[in-house]
């Protein structure tokens, strides 16, 4: 069975920095695309970030330039590095990991808080 684990949640403060990590249990197929969503309070889920296994990486506007999405050679594994943290980044983070081979379909984690104060 898929599971999707986040971890690196945190308080921090505007202008700081975090670093979220997902990985991805329960299969030895890579994941075509990665990626990052978030959702604040009373607001729906919103896209952040996404990487291909081709490496190639996508961004929402709001994010460009101050997050980077990675991911680990050849492992369903995925890195976001959060700079220049603003207090309209405080969600929930969660991560997707989205197959077109073996187990097919999306996976979800439960999410990890992040908390930019002021």
């Known amino acids: 069975q898929v599971q999707v684990a986040e971890s690196g949640g945190g308080l921090v403060q505007a202008g700081g920095s975090l670093r979220l990590s997902c990985s991805v249990s329960?299969?030895?197929?890579?994941?075509?695309?990665m990626g990052w969503y978030r959702q604040a309070p009373g607001k729906q889920r919103e896209f952040v970030a996404s990487?291909?296994?081709?490496?190639?990486?996508n961004y929402a506007d709001f994010v460009k330039g101050r997050f980077t999405v990675t991911r680990l050679r050849f492992k369903n594994t995925l890195i976001l590095q959060m700079n220049s943290l603003k207090i309209e980044d405080t969600g929930a983070y969660y991560c997707?990991?989205?197959?077109?081979?073996?187990?097919?379909?999306?996976?979800w984690g439960q999410g990890t808080q992040v908390t930019v104060s002021s």
């Open positions: 990487i291909t296994n081709d490496a190639e990486a």
């Open positions: 329960g299969t030895l197929v890579g994941a075509k695309t």
């Open positions: 997707n990991a989205r197959f077109i081979a073996g187990p097919r379909g999306d996976y």
